[in-house]
């Protein structure tokens, strides 16, 4: 069975979409793309639609975890924003209802799948890659109901993909984990990874 990596941009509500872009590999050397897709669906579904796949890691772009009691971030994401990272603190109430969804995911899909945290555009801006860039490293192709034509990509695509990207990175080598398992496991592309290649 492949190695399987799933990305998820998750929306703070159902109503909203949520992007989904799933990554196989059999040898973890080169990647094929072969599901990226807008999902409308409550939490409960979208855990069932992401087991389908059979998940080895799923990563998420969405706070899995809550902040220390009266504090606006976590100690992960303060290690984000000292490296250059951009994050809205959990207080916000968007990001609290964002929160409340991501860890009812959660508590489905770790019953299946290791499940840690990313922020797609903080991971651009930390390692210094583009998107093309980092198809590039991983050796990512397109296959079945995956075209990777970035054009024209959706936004919540798009991220799920550099989420289902980041995760790729830790098989090869390209990604770091931050934080712990208590509040999060967040992953990022090492820092300047694309301007020191």
């Known amino acids: 069975m492949p190695y399987r990596v799933v990305g998820v941009d998750l929306s703070a509500s159902e109503k909203k979409a949520t992007g989904l872009v799933v990554l196989e590999s059999v040898n973890l050397s080169r990647w094929r ?16 639609k992401i087991a389908e796949y059979v998940p080895h890691l799923v990563v998420v772009d969405a706070p899995l975890s809550r902040p220390p009691r009266g504090a606006g971030f ?4 303060l290690q984000v924003l000292r490296l250059g990272g ?3 603190p959990l207080t916000l109430r968007s990001m609290s209802l964002l929160l409340e969804r991501a ?5 489905y899909v770790e019953s299946y799948a290791e499940v840690v945290e990313t922020h797609p555009s903080s991971l651009l801006e930390i390692s210094g890659c583009s998107i093309e ?3 590039s490293i991983v050796s990512l192709s397109s296959h079945g109901n995956c075209i990777i034509e970035l054009d024209k990509l959706p936004r919540d695509i798009r991220d799920a ?11 090869k080598g390209f990604s770091m984990v931050m ?5 999060t496991r967040f992953i990022l592309f090492k820092p300047g990874l694309c301007r020191s290649r």
């Open 33 to 48: 793309c072969v599901e990226a897709r807008l999902l409308y669906t409550d939490t409960v579904s979208l855990a069932m």
């Open 74 to 77: 976590r100690p992960a994401e």
């Open 86 to 88: 951009r994050l809205l």
């Open 103 to 107: 860890l009812a995911l959660k508590k």
């Open 133 to 135: 860039e980092l198809i």
């Open 161 to 171: 993909l550099l989420a289902s990207i980041v995760g790729v990175g830790l098989s």
């Open 179 to 183: 934080g712990d398992n208590y509040y």
